[in-house]
């Protein structure tokens, strides 16, 4: 079973009645669902998942003016739920890591992620966010909302990047992949530099992944979870998948330079597709400047940066 699932059915057997009978006139203000970092928040999890961190359990985020007046109460009533379920449990919690179940005022399970008291409202406050912080925040499910105020704040990070966010990080993306994998794999390789060699087929590989995520409109997850995720990209996810899976398990270098390639053409031919580049050839970083006079903010727009 999958562990979100799981927590959805224990709130339905278990939390609801709970947060009925106990705080019956907070119950329209209260929001509950599974959020968060765990791999069983976005679908991930398998049976080497549940030796920490995995079990029944379900999160409970309510306002601060509300956190104030009732929130160690649901806390301890939340405690007292059974604690196993369906045959699973109890939760071995690791250590710093108790916030994954249980209450939390709303600013502030916003702000774990996003270093923010309110919403990103520049756009370099939300080049300060990272991409996996912002895609565990917006993963997972929201099983009941009658407040709507965590859903609301949820709905604006799902809106995805500025569009000048957005276009910075492809070009960034694309100087990146051209500099590791059509220019640094070629020279690494001629000088048997292994480490420089694994190192840029390893840094192509993650980059080429995220930009596709940037394409996707979809927030890039941890990196153990970058290939898998991949693959459920509606554009081009399965083709990537299947590129980056040829690329690792390729032995012959000169064939590892030939996928390069080939995935670097599907890059430029996505990006031009999109109207975001109509430079000729097929080296990145040519496109990468052609992506970056797209943006329109002065500030980010400026000389031409890398950023993550």
């Known amino acids: 079973m999958k562990g979100l699932d799981l927590a959805e059915e224990y709130f339905h057997a278990h939390g609801a009645a709970m947060l009925k009978d ?170 048997k530099a292994v480490f420089a060699l694994q190192y840029a087929v390893a840094q192509f590989c993650v980059d080429a992944i995220t930009i596709f995520f940037l394409l996707n409109r979809r927030y890039t997850p941890f990196y153990k979870w970058l290939h898998h995720a991949v693959k459920e990209l509606p554009r081009q996810g399965k083709t990537i998948h299947a590129k980056i899976s040829e690329l690792l398990s390729q032995k012959n270098y000169d064939k590892k330079q030939v996928i390069i390639e080939e995935i670097c053409t599907l890059i430029i031919r996505e990006l031009k597709s999109d109207g975001l580049s109509d430079a000729g050839g097929d080296f990145l970083l040519d496109h990468a400047y052609q992506v970056h006079e797209r943006i329109k903010d002065q500030e980010l727009g400026g000389q031409f940066s890398l950023i993550n």
């Open 22 to 191: 106990k705080f019956s006139a907070f119950v329209d203000r209260i929001a509950v669902g599974y959020v968060g970092p765990g791999s069983e928040c976005f679908g991930y999890d398998d049976e080497i998942s549940r030796d920490h961190d995995w079990g029944p359990g379900f999160c409970i985020w309510i306002t601060a003016k509300d956190y104030k007046k009732i929130g160690k109460k649901i806390q301890r009533a939340y405690e007292d739920l059974p604690q196993r379920f369906m045959g699973f449990g109890p939760r071995i919690v690791s250590t710093g890591e108790e916030f994954r179940t249980g209450v939390c005022e709303i600013g502030n399970f916003y702000r774990i992620y996003t270093g923010l008291d309110g919403q990103p409202n520049s756009n370099r406050e939300w080049l300060n966010i990272p991409e996996p912080s912002l895609a565990m925040c917006t993963n997972g499910r929201v099983f009941a909302d009658p407040l709507g105020e965590f859903t609301r704040r949820r709905d604006r990070l799902l809106e995805f990047f500025p569009e000048d966010v957005r276009l910075k990080k492809i070009a960034s993306r694309c100087f990146t992949i051209a500099q590791a994998g059509q220019y640094n794999f070629a020279r690494s390789l001629k000088r």
